[in-house]
């Protein structure tokens, strides 16, 4: 289509904003361009964090001559014509004033299409023919040089171009099939394949080792990439959501997604994920915000509860924690990759496959733990397929008791055991309201509880599982959870709580009966990669990696 300038109804009709604040912004506009001119293949260069140079290389659709210098002019734009259109925008741009805005704060030369113009300060001082490139070139020099006061704004050389380079690697992780390249100072930081491989994209970004801990997400119309609990962060920064492949910032759905981790990652830990929602355009407004960044959607909760089931469908694929003492953590935490991700408490795991020993090759299937005894009083010790499994008992034991007092709280049946002595816990007036409104609750779970004066109940029974000594602490912190706990998070933190108390401790001596039954159930439990607070349930030692310890090579 032909570039034209909107009509002033249309012009109007759009959140318009000062588009550019700092390098990573040009960047972010200049790449948007080419990805809707179709381009297959992206090269970008930064020089001086930016300031000093931005060169955008594309092999896209390019700009034809005769509307080359009207591309620069504020609200002249291919994308939209009518306020239907803006209604149901399918394209990462649309506005017609990213060009102007650059142009107004630098110096510009565009080359597409066979013909050329230079723009200082907004103001068109050379035009011409060129020799034909496929594609566009845009380059923009001396980035607020003509403005001085934004440049006491921008931060320091390295946090700039560390936000130049997440731009890049944003597009490069959604667009798996175009071939992303990114020059810094002339060198290479990013090159992709551009070959429709999400993980061999994420492999680039992120590093082959981070890539190989990420689960595939591909249903309820959202596809991509979310990691194992076993690698995590601590922020929020690799966490990369898109709507019909524009990144986005979405508290709500963020917040979906860390739901979805609650007992697989400690207080303070975050996954990693790349996840794009693939969505009729006319249910997502995406004309809320300058910048483009945020968006409104029509029906969020539905939105919401597709993602959750989206992640969660991927989480039931994780893995246990792999010990590998023969390789340390090969992530930087000065590189520029997207926050640096670490392996939670463990190294990168090895995932090569497993030779088995010889009494098990014809045995039972990896998932079979074989008790082998208690170490330190804390840790059992067994045997799969797989290798030797060292098991945190209390962690294990948490996991399992967790699921029970969730199927309970879902319905389930109670089982009780009434004390032979009622206990009697004094609360504070807060705790004694949550005893009341939660009756239900406490029932469900299996305890037994009545009013004892104004501050104070008396529990008659308990959870089969909650041993007698542990009553008290354990009714008065689930009182304490139910009233600190959000109504959509109470049920999960009330069956952590519970079940931290009834699980066996460090320094409980288990019998080898008690070690099968434990391991047992912590096979037989979903979930069970970590314990409700995010820690791992168990570590394997690779066979492999055992026989190379002891140099045995059979």
Known sequence: MTIRLLAPQVADAIAAGEVVERPAAVVKELVENSLDAGARRVTVEIRG????????????????PQDLGLAFQRHATSKVASLEDLRRISTLGFRGEALASVAAVSEVECRSGGARVRIRAGELTEEGAAM????????????????????????TEATEQAACLKV????????????????????ASLRTAGDGDQRRAAGAVLGSEAAAELMTVDGDGVRGLVSQPRLSRGSREGILLAVNRRPISSRSLGYAIEECYLGFLEKGRYPITVLDLGLDPGSVDVNVHPTKREVRFHDERSIFGQVQRSVRAALT??????LDSARTAAFDPLSPRLGAPVLHEAPPPMFAVSSKPPALADGPAGGVLRPLGQVLEGYLVAESAEGVVLVDQHAAHERVLYNHFLARLAGGPAASQPLLLPETVELDPG??????????????????????????VRVLATPVETPAGRVVEAVRELLAVMVDSRPQDLVEKAAASLAC????????????????????ELEETQNSVT???GRPTRLILDWQDLKRHFRRNY
């Open 431 to 456: 705790e004694a309201a949550a005893a009341t409104e939660h009756g239900e609750r406490l029932a469900a779970l299996g305890f037994e509880v009545q009013e004892f004066g104004p501050r104070a």
């Open 531 to 533: 314990c409700p607070h």
């Open 132 to 155: 034909p490139v496929p594609g566009t070139v845009v380059e923009v020099r001396d980035l607020f040089a003509n403005t001085p006061a934004r440049l006491r704004f921008l931060k």
């Open 501 to 520: 108390h009834s699980a066996v401790r460090f320094g409980d001596r288990l019998d080898a009966t008690e070690q099968r039954r434990l391991l047992q």
């Open 168 to 187: 890049v690697q944003g597009y490069a992780l959604l667009y798996a099939g175009v071939r992303f390249e990114l020059l810094v100072e002339g060198r």
């Open 317 to 322: 694929q994780s893995q246990p924690y792999r």
């Open 49 to 64: 964090a930016g300031r000093t140079l931005i060169r955008v290389v594309d092999d896209g659709s390019g700009i034809p």
